[in-house]
């Protein structure tokens, strides 16, 4: 497991740039061109498991769903930040991408530090240390474990005989 780690202000064409906004839709295209203006290494290198960590207003921008798309893809387990932008927060999570607001976490974290997120416990661990933010609510973490909004409630309504 590795952290990537950004600053503040990372927006979405930071993450995809949007001159592929139109060529590439599916996540399969879309992973290798993640934060290739920002952090070459990052789609080459990045693996599930892995945690992005970043300052405040991440994910400003635009509203192209390809930034979260791919975070998904790579698998990565949450985005830890100061803050984030309202339109990819929402974005992050129709597609079951964890994001988790905790500036005290971000400022705590030095280069090389051990880090987990526990979304469903409200902790997250850095370098031994313990920091607690909101426990996410139930439905964003049955949203993540289904792959996303469209496929839970695809799920909600066969479990309600719907069709």
Same mark, same amino acid.
């Given at each position: 497991?590795?952290?990537?780690?950004?600053?503040?202000?990372?927006?979405? $064409?930071?993450?995809?740039?949007?001159?592929?906004?139109?060529?590439?839709?599916?996540?399969?295209?879309?992973?290798?061109?993640?934060?290739?203006?920002?952090?070459?290494?990052?789609?080459?290198?990045?693996?599930?498991?892995?945690?992005?960590?970043?300052?405040?207003?991440?994910?400003?921008?635009?509203?192209?769903?390809?930034?979260?798309?791919?975070?998904?893809?790579?698998?990565?387990?949450?985005?830890?930040?100061?803050?984030?932008?309202?339109?990819?927060? &929402?974005?992050?999570?129709?597609?079951?991408?964890?994001?988790?607001?905790?500036?005290?976490?971000?400022?705590?974290?030095? $280069?090389?530090?051990?880090?987990?997120?526990?979304?469903?416990?409200?902790?997250?661990?850095?370098?031994?240390?313990?920091?607690?933010?909101?426990?996410?609510?139930?439905?964003?973490?049955?949203?993540?474990?289904?792959?996303?909004?469209?496929?839970?409630?695809?799920?909600?309504?066969?479990?309600?005989?719907? &069709?």
């Amino acid at each position: 497991m590795k952290v990537w780690k950004y600053d503040d202000n990372i927006n979405t $064409d930071m993450l995809f740039p949007g001159k592929y906004t139109y060529t590439c839709s599916t996540a399969e295209e879309i992973r290798p061109h993640l934060l290739e203006d920002l952090d070459p290494d990052f789609a080459k290198q990045a693996q599930a498991g892995d945690i992005v960590m970043a300052g405040d207003n991440f994910g400003c921008g635009s509203s192209r769903e390809q930034p979260t798309v791919g975070l998904k893809a790579v698998g990565i387990k949450a985005v830890v930040a100061r803050s984030f932008a309202r339109i990819f927060y &929402r974005s992050a999570i129709n597609q079951g991408l964890i994001l988790v607001e905790c500036p005290e976490a971000v400022d705590a974290y030095s $280069d090389g530090d051990a880090v987990d997120v526990d979304p469903e416990g409200g902790v997250i661990t850095v370098a031994g240390k313990e920091f607690r933010f909101p426990k996410l609510p139930p439905q964003i973490i049955a949203i993540r474990d289904a792959g996303g909004l469209l496929a839970y409630v695809r799920k909600e309504l066969a479990r309600k005989g719907a &069709r």
